[in-house]
């Protein structure tokens, strides 16, 4: 079965840093380009961060120079900095996956974990 596993978030006064972890496991062919979501209460879920297989980033306007996205092989991470108070949301992994040599690319969700930044 292939899942995403997301780890890493919890409580934390503003001003600190978080690393939140995300790995893909199961029967997978290749990993395209994997990236992190958050969704706040009452809003809408937003793009933080992408990053390509051959390590290409993009990141949301307001996360650029706190936020700073990696990937190994089979996982991608979230290093955030300077947290503040608005950053408070869950954060959800995804990933483009193929899962056999002639197949299509399937989008894959982690379980969401919560980061909350206290004032």
């Known amino acids: 079965q292939v899942q995403l596993v997301e780890s890493g978030g919890g409580l934390v006064q503003a001003g600190g840093s978080l690393r939140l972890s995300c790995a893909a496991s199961g029967s997978i062919f290749s990993i395209n380009t994997m990236g992190w979501y958050r969704q706040a209460p009452g809003k809408q879920r937003e793009l933080v961060a992408t990053i390509t297989s051959a390590g290409n980033t993009n990141y949301a306007d307001s996360m650029k120079g706190r936020f700073t996205v990696s990937r190994d092989k089979e996982a991608v991470y979230l290093q955030m900095n300077s947290l503040r108070p608005e950053d408070t949301a869950v954060y959800f992994c995804?990933?483009?996956?193929?899962?056999?040599?002639?197949?299509?690319?399937?989008?894959?969700w982690g379980q969401g974990t919560q980061v909350t930044v206290s004032s």
């Open positions: 995804y990933a483009l996956l193929v899962l056999s040599s002639s197949g299509p690319t399937y989008r894959y």
